[in-house]
Structure formats: C-alpha cells, structure tokens
C-alpha cells in the first residue's frame, strides 16, 4: 500500500471513529504487525473464511497475501461508511453490511463449513449479550477445528469466560505486537470438543452471564 493511499485509510478511518466512536473503536487502522498475527494461522485450504469488521480492509489484505482465494471470502461490516471502499478493493469477496450479532439468524453459508474466522470486532465496548451472539453465530457455521482469531487492546481475552464456558470454547492468546496503535493481543477462539452448536444455544438472558477476569489461556 501506498503512503499516499495508508493515509487516505488513516483519514477515512478517523473520521468514521468521530462520528461513532463505539462502533469503530479504534482511531486508525491496524498496521501490518498485527493484520500479520491475526492471519498467520490461516491458509488456503481452509476454504470460506468469514471476516468480521474488517474497516478499511486491513486484516483482508492480509489473508490474500496469505494465498486466500478472494471469492473464499465473507466480509460482514456494519458500518456504511466502510461498504463501498471495500467493494472497490475485494470486487470478488461476499461483503453483507450488518450487524455480526444477526449472523445465525442470517442463513449466510449452505454449503462447505467455514475454515476461519478474523475478527476486528470491538468486543470491549460490546454487551456480554452481543458477544455472545456474535461468537454463538459464528460457530454455526464453522468446521470442527476452526477457530475465530479476535485481537484486542486490553490485558486478557475480551471474551468473558462465562461465555466461553457457556458455548463449550476455550481462548489461547498466540501472539502480541506493539507495533500497533495501540499495543494489541491477538486470541484464538476454538471449540473445546467437536459439538454441534445448535440454534438453541442462542438464546441469552442478560443475567446468564457475568463479566469475569481472565488471562493466558482459558477454558481448555
Ligand atoms: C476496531 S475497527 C477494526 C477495523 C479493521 N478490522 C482494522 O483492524 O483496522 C472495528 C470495525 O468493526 C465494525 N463493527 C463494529 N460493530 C460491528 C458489528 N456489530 N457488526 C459488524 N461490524 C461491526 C466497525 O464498523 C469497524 O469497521
């Protein structure tokens, strides 16, 4: 990427986290250190790969650098702003604006299971609730052995554990840049054991789960 364009993203980006600050979350995109970490485990074979708010399209060029096939991948972004530059760069990726929280309920994959998934989610600004939907969604529709690579900035798994006990996952944190603005993590979210996690398991009541600390690897 050029300056020229890394800094029209940087712009783009900044003035998306002006106008919504919680949804984007972050005031620029990630750099290449960790767009590298997020994506380092995943490779073509894997077939479709869902990528979940992918912004500016960061995390996407890095799995084509990685040898995935563009039309493998589903883009979901809520946000407007980002949907047209994304169509631009990836005419051959699946983009659907919505929101991650809806995936189950959206029917988006009929066919062969889904290999990985890279999220760029703020989940720290997000409900327990809404994580557990989007992470409950996700797993659907994954194959066994996938796995959900989520980054964050804060010092542990921004998924709570109740949620990952509750939904049968454990997190491993593998890796960690602070060439990035700010300093970040990067997890990866599997299934403790094969299971089928069904439309059921979707179900949350607010008070199902408590927001608890956690760090290192957690609910293997
Ligand atoms: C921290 S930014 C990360 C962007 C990009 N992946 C990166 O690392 O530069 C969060 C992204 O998630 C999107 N987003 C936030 N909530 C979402 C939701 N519920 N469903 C889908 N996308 C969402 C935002 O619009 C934004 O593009």
Same mark, same amino acid.
């Given at each position: %990427?050029?300056?020229? &364009? ?14 919504? =600050? ?40 890095? /799995? ?21 530059? /994304?169509? &631009? ?8 604006? %919505? ?55 804060? =010092? ?12 049968? /996952? ?12 700010? =300093? ?12 089928? /996690? ?13 927001? &608890? ?8």
């Amino acid at each position: %990427m050029t300056a020229k &364009a890394a800094c029209s993203d940087f712009l783009h980006f900044f003035r998306s986290w002006i106008s919504n =600050p919680l949804r984007v979350a972050a005031i620029a995109p990630s750099g290449d250190s960790l767009a590298r970490i997020m994506t380092s485990e995943i490779a073509a074979l894997d077939g479709p790969i869902i990528e979940l708010g992918p912004g500016t399209g960061v995390f996407t060029r890095a /799995l084509l650098a990685r040898g995935i096939d563009e039309a493998d991948l589903t883009l979901i972004e809520y946000g407007p702003e980002f949907i047209t530059a /994304l169509h &631009a760069r990836f005419p051959a990726a699946r983009i659907l604006q %919505m929101d991650a929280a809806h995936l189950a309920q959206a029917d988006i994959f009929e066919g062969e299971p889904v290999g990985a998934v890279v999220s760029g989610l703020p989940l720290l600004s997000m409900s327990p609730r809404k994580i557990a939907s989007i992470l409950a969604g996700v797993f659907t529709y994954m194959r066994p052995g996938g796995a959900v690579y989520q980054f964050t900035y804060g =010092p542990r798994c921004p998924v709570p554990r109740p949620i990952l006990d509750r939904l049968g /996952l454990k997190a491993v944190r593998i890796g960690g840049t602070v060439r990035n603005l700010p =300093p970040a993590s990067v997890y990866r979210i599997s299934r403790r054991k094969p299971l089928e /996690l069904t439309r059921d398991r979707l179900r949350y009541r607010d008070d199902d789960i408590e927001v &608890a600390a956690f760090s290192g690897e957690t609910g293997g």
